[in-house]
């Protein structure tokens, strides 16, 4: 074919590409009454999941199952932005990892606002001044994010969801070398998650330390001999160049997220559960509480214990476990659970992210 008609080709497949993600809007804005008709969340992890599922499987190539995901992603939101209002609040400020992680769940077509505290998140969600919350939960590296957990204990709001992203943390400056860099802002954490390298690349630099990775973007961009730890969102957003990519120590390096809402989407076969209890304190009294997960067979990955703020020398536990609390061997387990247990909670069942 030469290469006019190559291109003609290429015209035919836009316009009946555009015709079919019209109708399937059309259809997916029908399914968005019938759901608001039954008073359902409009957002359905649990399908989202499953389209993502489907179209790897129909997929052929040329194409990669990663861009195929991401192409679908902006599909899906650009549906759900036509199908009601919907604000998703996120621990801010703006380009930071978490405002990262909100886009990556639910893509560019729906208006985020940033909160200056996770306690907002969970306030502007539960006021319903927001459909979804995110907020971070835990680190691969520097480990859990404890606020996160306290304010589970007095909410009503749930998990529905949670996104697992790869921290790629880079070098950003005005300047376009390394070596010119004098000035050096980080968030702590991010620096602790990239010591190694400063000290290796960037020893001389002076590391002044930020209240955010935005932030130290920010000031950043403000001169040319300074230099900031942070995302290639930021990069972007502050029009800094990216002198460096990946130059955390750890390649492993991930953060967990959360999505906060008011309904649990049903069991998808493979699902995560969150739970928090607290146990008398006596001799064995946390064992006696988790036998019944062993009984059963549920498997538990992760348990973390935080003061309860409530009496002195009281802990919360809070687990994790496979399956979804619908579940007819993980609803045995937690019935039996709650009898030695003071006080029980789900915080959520919702699909595995990983």
Known sequence: MTLAELRQAIDHCDEQIVALLNERTRHVLKIGDLKREAGQEIYAPHRERAVLQRVSKLNSGPITDASLHHIYREIMSSALALEKPMKVAYFGPEATFTHQAAIRRFGSSLPY?????????FTEVAKA???YGVVPVENSTEGVVTHTLDMFVDSELKIVAQIILPIQQCLLSKATQREAIKRLYSHPQALAQCRQWVQVHMPAAEVIEASSTTRAAE????????????SALAAERYRLNL?????QDNSSNATR???????????????????????????GSL??????????????????????????????FFVDVKGHAEDPVLARALKELSRHCSFVKVLGSYPDAG
């Open 113 to 121: 606002v940033a909160m200056k505290t996770i306690s907002d998140v």
């Open 287 to 316: 064992y006696r509480a988790l036998e019944p997960l062993s009984k059963h067979r549920v498997n538990m990955t992760r348990i973390e214990s935080r003061p309860s703020k409530r009496r002195a020398w009281a802990y919360f």
């Open 257 to 283: 997220f959360l999505v906060l809402g008011r309904q649990c989407g049903p069991s998808t076969g493979r699902d995560r559960t969150s739970i928090i209890f607290s146990v008398a304190d006596e001799v």
């Open 243 to 247: 002198i460096e990519a990946d130059i």
């Open 219 to 230: 000031l950043a961009a403000r001169s040319r001999t300074a230099g900031a730890i942070a």
């Open 129 to 131: 001044r927001a459909d």
